[in-house]
């Protein structure tokens, strides 16, 4: 059976629900459809330590403001989730869970869903699974012959997971690589070594997730008024000193070193030769975004990515692209950040069809 709808929005954390929000508020007939079981999207599945960068009233969605978690400025990943499944039941908002989204064609006027448990025709598709689904490893020679534990951010939860474990590598010089290396450095019980691509550039202490939407808005503006590239959050730094990360820093637990050129049976070996055993690697090497459902609309570029003017697609402006990163809104991939960009799908996607 094919139902009819107006607009599907592909994905049920937080941009998907943001979209929602605002489809929701312009009286648009529209479905929200998420491959997860439960609400809270990649939240759902973080590390136990994790906590946000910003304070709650800082990390909000559209319409309501974050509440803020007793005993904590910086609220955890558990209570992100329980404001999600809040957010939606508060707008009634049509999210189906449950249901992964297969296919995204064209057909005639309208575009064609297919998903595992039916097919749906819209008038415009809003794709918002963000990049938890997609983790990254990359390609180092050799990694497939280590006899350890390999993982990615994405299987980490907790230090007690390596206990009885002699080393671990944790590899990557982003947030989750610092974050992950401190969290088994000050609770663990094992020897923890931390390999980067270049140092570590840690971002002012005192700079939070309010203070890097500002940057990331700010370089947006200038981009947009054919201004110079302020260099955004990236001419900060890489790393927010959360106090975990400063903590193990200024400890001296938090040591970088050069990042491994290959991958044998028992460790690492760097560019001058040096080996460094371990029992587990965490690759704490980032993802990309998880956009295979689009691959029947052929519009990916050479590098893979999807042209876009905003969050629309550049070739189907049909189709709407929220919470990826920059390219798709300034801070789009962050929970104060989506809401802007969601607004101006949304919006775009009623002009498109006032105009027909």
């Known amino acids: 059976m094919t139902r009819l709808v107006d607009v599907v929005v592909v994905g049920g954390g937080q941009a ?12 648009l007939d529209f479905v929200v459809l998420d491959a997860g079981a439960e609400p809270g999207g990649s939240w759902r599945h973080m590390w136990d330590s994790l906590h946000l960068f910003s304070p709650a009233e800082h990390s909000s969605l559209p319409g309501r403001l974050m509440p ?28 189906q869970h449950g249901t ?99 140092p570590p550039r840690f971002l002012p202490d005192d700079i939070d997730g309010r203070a890097l939407f500002d940057v990331a808005t700010a370089r947006r503006r200038a981009l947009d008024a054919g201004r110079g590239d302020t260099g955004g959050v990236a001419s900060l730094g890489d790393i927010v000193a959360v106090s975990p990360v400063r903590a193990a820093r200024d400890a001296g637990l938090l040591k970088a070193s ?20 371990a029992d587990a690697i965490i690759w704490c090497t980032g993802f990309r975004p998880a956009l295979s459902h689009l691959a029947p609309l ?20 049909r189709l709407h692209l929220l919470g990826y990163g920059d390219w798709t809104g300034p801070a789009s991939a962050t929970l104060i950040g989506v809401g802007r ?15 027909s």
């Open 68 to 95: 803020a978690q007793p005993g904590r400025t910086y609220p955890d990943a558990g209570h992100v989730v329980e404001y999600l499944t809040d957010y939606g039941k508060r707008y009634a908002l049509p999210v």
């Open 298 to 317: 052929r519009l990916r570029g050479t590098r893979g990515r999807i042209a876009t003017e905003g969050t629309r697609a550049v070739d189907e402006p």
């Open 258 to 277: 050069p990042m491994a050129v290959r991958v044998d049976r028992h460790g690492v070996v760097r560019a001058d030769g040096t080996r460094a055993e």
């Open 100 to 198: 992964r989204v297969d296919a995204v064609h064209r057909d005639g006027d309208r575009l064609l869903v297919e998903t595992d448990s039916g097919t749906w025709r819209a008038r415009a598709v809003i794709s918002a699974t963000g990049t938890w689904s997609r983790p990254f490893l990359p390609a180092v020679p050799g990694r497939d012959v280590f006899t350890g534990r390999q993982l990615h951010t994405v299987d980490y939860r907790r230090p007690a997971d390596f206990a009885g474990l002699g080393s671990v590598i944790v590899v990557g010089g982003g947030n989750s690589g610092a974050q992950i290396a401190a969290d088994l450095a000050l609770e663990g019980d094992v020897d923890v070594r931390w390999v980067t691509r270049r």
């Open 341 to 355: 960009p969601a607004r101006n799908a949304v919006r775009e996607i009623a002009a498109l069809w006032a105009r």
């Open 16 to 27: 998907g629900l943001a979209a929602g929000y605002h489809l929701r508020r312009r009286g």
